[in-house]
């Protein structure tokens, strides 16, 4: 009897599609974040951090992290 058992395993391709499709839009998003907030710092450091434009660049920035929260639980 041949004690070494050898698996045929083949991914199933539609769940290897899933898993990058998850994997990109998650590398997309955490770009976009890195992004948002290199941008943020940046008005932040000409206007001032109370300055409504880096307020709302703040918020884009919380949406941002909200959707990748969503996306990696």
């Known amino acids: 009897m041949n004690s070494h058992i ?5 991914p199933n391709l539609r769940s290897s599609i899933i898993m990058l499709k998850h ?3 998650q590398l997309i998003l955490k770009c ?3 992004l948002k907030r290199k941008q943020m710092y940046k008005i932040a ?4 951090y ?13 949406t941002l ?3 990748y ?4 639980s």
């Open 45 to 48: 450091k000409n206007l001032g």
């Open 23 to 25: 994997f990109f839009k």
């Open 50 to 62: 109370t300055h409504p434009k880096v307020v709302e660049s703040s918020q884009q920035l919380d």
């Open 32 to 34: 976009r974040i890195e």
């Open 6 to 10: 050898q698996y045929n395993y083949q």
């Open 69 to 72: 929260v969503k996306e990696v």
């Open 65 to 67: 992290l909200n959707h």
